[in-house]
């Protein structure tokens, strides 16, 4: 009877690489999986808000226009405001007239001293507010229109304000605007740069 004679070593030899893979694959894996875990953490950035309006006080066709740019809401952040206007004639079809006669313009416009001296014009077609806009302020602009030409009286006629308002944040108005604002909120004082 012949005796078969095992070897033990071929078993380990074949053993050891199989384990050896799983230990260095397994590694791979939970490094793999620690470098990849993600977390999402939610961090909530408290911001205020704003809210402006326009109020408009007038009485039908010419006389007393009044209109003012408010910041309603006492809880408000403070704002910058530019506003603009357009002025608009049509006849009976709805043609456009032109607004200006022998030279003058045809509508007369009582501005208040406020946009006289408080806002500067951006020659953009808006008109910057050199002041903030703070809670519960409220700036008029124009108080009354009258006619100066009594020949366009037969006209249809149209004053119609537009305004924006952002936060009181001078990188808000360079990317907003593409204007420099230099902000005292001390003096609440609005410098532009155009």
């Known amino acids: 009877m012949k005796r078969i004679k095992q070897n033990k070593s071929k078993k380990y030899l074949l053993i050891t690489p199989v ?7 397994a590694g791979v894996l939970i490094v793999y999986a620690l470098s ?3 977390t999402v953490v939610t961090n909530d950035i408290p911001v205020g808000t704003g809210t402006v309006q326009i109020v408009d006080d007038s009485d039908p066709g010419f006389g007393k226009k009044e209109v003012s740019f408010v910041s309603s809401d006492a809880n408000s952040i403070p704002m910058l405001l530019r506003i603009g206007y357009s ?8 043609n456009v007239v032109s607004n200006v006669y022998n030279g003058n313009n045809v509508v007369t416009k009582t501005w208040t001293s406020a946009f006289t001296n408080d806002f500067v014009d951006g020659g953009d077609g808006w ?23 009594p020949s ?3 006209y249809n006629y149209d004053l119609n304000f537009r305004f924006e308002a952002i936060q009181a944040d001078s990188a808000a108005a360079t990317a907003l605007w593409s204007k420099t604002a230099t902000i005292n909120t001390e003096t609440s004082a ?5």
């Open 190 to 194: 609005v410098t532009w740069t155009f």
């Open 36 to 38: 990849h875990n993600t």
């Open 127 to 149: 008109y910057y507010y050199k002041k903030l806009l703070n809670p519960s302020d409220s700036v008029k602009v124009i108080t009354a229109i009258a006619l100066a030409e």
């Open 87 to 94: 002025e608009t004639w049509k006849d009976n079809s709805d």
């Open 152 to 154: 366009y009286a037969a």
């Open 19 to 25: 384990l050896a893979l799983a230990v260095v694959g």
